[in-house]
């Protein structure tokens, strides 16, 4: 039987939810396809978030991971392309830890690529009238150590892992009336379509494809 895992994050910097797994949430209700779907709710903490994503690999044993988080400010769905190994935090995690020009596995590699099909994730994303790019960076905070945790820990297996961030949701905006400047949002039934999508697509999808995805900066 494949496993699939697909994980989202707690709220962090003072929201009350998190987009990410609002949606993770939803593809876990909705959920139809014959793998086995399992879902986990990450803390935004640099170590524990470590620690709760290798026992879940180790428990789970998955074919396929998926880990999400949110992306304030970007209007796309974006499957990120490399991993780095450096933690350097501008705001402190939920535990207080700000790490500065850390690595996150001490001796790892600088970077891991993802290993899902990313081209062929976001053009199935565009053909389903999702905006989606690929994103070249993960930025350094508990995303990017999640995702290079995960790629560090699947590496030499058979497993396929990445990290898709999301953007700010219509419901998760709404909480925060009177900020300043608006955030592009996506409704969180449509991030739980594309990672359900993106899901799909990664299962299906043996060899990625070739199509520009690159980025001048
Ligand atoms: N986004 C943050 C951490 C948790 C989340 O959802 C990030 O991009 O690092």
């Not at 998955?62 to 499957?79: K, N, Q, Y």
């Not at 009336?177 to 993106?198: E, K, Q």
Request: glycine share 8%; net charge negative; proline share 8%.
């Amino acid at each position: 039987m494949t496993v699939v895992l697909l994980t989202g994050f707690d709220p962090f910097a003072g929201a009350d939810s998190n987009p990410s797994w609002d949606a993770v949430r939803l593809v876990r209700d909705g959920w139809l396809h014959p793998e086995t779907l399992e879902v986990a709710r990450l803390p935004v903490e640099f170590e524990r978030a470590g620690i709760e994503l290798d026992a879940l690999l180790d428990r789970l044993r998955p074919d396929l991971v998926i880990a999400t988080g949110l992306a304030e400010g970007r209007s796309d769905i974006t499957p990120e392309r490399v991993a780095i190994n450096l933690a350097d935090a501008r705001i402190p995690d939920n535990a207080g830890a700000s790490p500065i020009d850390a690595p996150v596995v001490p001796g790892g590699p600088a970077a891991y690529f993802s290993s899902l099909p990313v081209k062929a994730a976001v053009a199935a994303l565009h053909a389903a009238g999702v905006p989606a790019a690929v994103s070249q960076t993960a930025g350094t905070f508990v995303c990017n150590a999640v995702f290079y945790r995960l790629q560090h820990a699947l590496a030499g297996s058979a497993a396929r892992g990445g990290f898709v961030h999301v953007p700010a949701s219509l419901e998760s905006a709404r909480a925060a009336p009177g900020d300043s400047a608006p955030v592009p949002t996506i409704a969180s039934d449509v991030v739980a379509r594309a990672l359900d999508i993106l899901i799909r697509t990664c299962l299906d999808t043996d060899t990625d494809l070739v199509l520009s995805g690159g980025a001048e900066h």
